[in-house]
Every structure is written in C-alpha cells, then in structure tokens.
C-alpha cells in the first residue's frame, strides 16, 4: 500500500499551521516512526485525541456541528424519527477508546450513522508532525460525535508510509489505495469530505464530480473557508482556475471553526461548507450547464501533485 503515494497529489498547507516539509518533519515530535513502533503512534494519537475532547477548541465546535447538520440533515430526510430528535442524538457517547472496535457501538447508533459517509483527504504525516496528528485526532471524535462507523471513513494522503497505513488500519479507518485528485463522485451517498489545508485546485475537483443539485445537497465540505479563498483570488483568476468554486460560492453555507490559543495552527481558515437545497435551486441553469473537466496548465502551483 506504500506504493499509493507514488505520483499521488500533496497537500501544501497556508503560511499559517504550516505543516513540516517531509524532509523535516521527524524534527516535530522525536520521530516515532523511525523506530517502525506503531503501538506508539496509536498512543500519540489517543493522547492528542483525550486532549482534544476536553479542550475549549471542541466543546466550541461540537456546537457548530450542531447547527452546521441541521439543514442537511432536514433536506436529505434521511431519518425516520423527527430531526429534532435526530439532532439530539448528536452526541459523544461515553468516550470509546481510539483503538477500540465500532462492534460496541448501539445497534440504534448505527442505524443514524449510515446518513453519511465521510472521506478525508491531506490529513498528512501523523506519525511525526503533531499538526497532522491533532488533525487526526478530530477526525476520530466527529466520526464518534455523528456516530459514522470508521470503517465508512476513506482516508488517502500521498505522504503515509507503511506505518502510518498500518495505524490507520488498526483504527479500523479504511485507508484508499489509489490517488483520486478529489475526483469521488458521491453517487448519492451522503458525504462529509474532510480537507483540512488542502489545496483550492483539490476543492475544484471535488465540486466538478459532483456538479448537480442533488448531489450537491448531499455533500459537506470541513476544510479551508470558500469566503477566504474568494477574498484572496481575484474573481477573474477565481473563474478561470478554479471554476467551480468560483460558481458553487452563492450556492454555499459556511460557518467558519473557533480560533483557540492551543489549536490555532491545526485548524486556522477551517469552515464547514454545505450546500442548501434553496440556494443551489436559485443558481442560473448555465452553471449547471458547464461540466467540463477541470484541466490545469503542467505549469501551475497548484498545491497537489497529478496522478499520472
């Protein structure tokens, strides 16, 4: 499996929580994996995850989340009981231990949690960069909060190795072998992508796999804020570049993560993004009339590395 991060793309995050380069990135933490010790980078993580849990950065976001699913949640009608009391389910049962098996979650509990799938994309070196493994350590506990199996959970980034797979693994995330540039296609199933500093080129290519209505209506995006990367680019750069997030942005809801002393590199320009039913209705038939590949000059910086 080693073999999927060759050619794969690679995230480069903003100036701000920056992540080492590769080169560098043993410097961060001691280096856990240079000992090939798996059973110590499942400890880092768990510890990363406990400190999460009981810090003001979550118990600020759990709140988001909450108002963040509502609407999806309404317009998906996905649940057989009323949302109010669907909502009233999103919470952190008592604190599964981060190796331990979904097998003990509730019968109920994994009834709600096929509303979604989730796949992340960039989450980056764990083993050795403590931005990366922080990361991780949120991904663990929204999948706990939303009650999503992790094996419903589809990681890739081109920047694992064979012991950061095997953790991976051992979690009982289901890590992707082939490189998708953003380019999944939903196919109906409700969808949370999480894309924490990815770049905007791997955005554009998610929206263009999934440019309609109801397959947009399906999908959350927790990654770098759209609002933010329209006030960076010029329009007429935005258009030409990255189309489709230039055309989705009047399509979109997003509420942007708190900023706390202790997380402020990790999760920086970090958003929630959906998209309501209401808005993408009102967009122009042209937009959805436009679906050609994104295509992007060999020359581009484009913060991800091609799959060919």
Known sequence: MAAAAVGGWRTVPKRRGRRPRPGRAAADTGAPEASGDGSAVRRRVCQARDDLQISDFWHLTEGIIQKCFTEPLEQLQVATEPISEVLEHLHLEPSQPVEASNSNLRGDSLKRARCFKCVCYGIGKFASCVIARNQLAFLL?????????????????????????????????????????????????????YMIHCGTALYNNLLWSNWSVDSLSKVMIIGNSFGTIEGKLLTRILQKKYPYVANI???????????????????????????????????????????????????EELEIIRNH
């Not at 890739?156 to 380019?183: C, M, Q, W």
């Not at 990790?266 to 994104?294: G, Y």
């Open 141 to 193: 506990l929204l999948l706990e909060k939303l009650q999503i199996p992790r094996n419903h959970c589809y990681i890739y980034d081109p920047l694992f190795n064979e012991l950061e797979i095997s953790v991976l693994n051992a979690l009982g995330l289901t890590v992707l072998k082939e490189n998708e540039e953003g380019k999944r296609n939903i196919c109906g199933e409700p969808t949370i992508f």
């Open 249 to 299: 942005l009047k399509g979109t809801e997003e509420i942007e993560f708190p900023q706390t002393l202790q997380y402020m590199d990790v999760f920086n320009d970090t958003a929630i993004h959906w998209f309501p039913l209401r808005k993408l209705k009102e967009l122009p038939d042209e937009i959805w009339a436009f679906q050609e590949e994104p295509d992007y000059s060999e020359s």
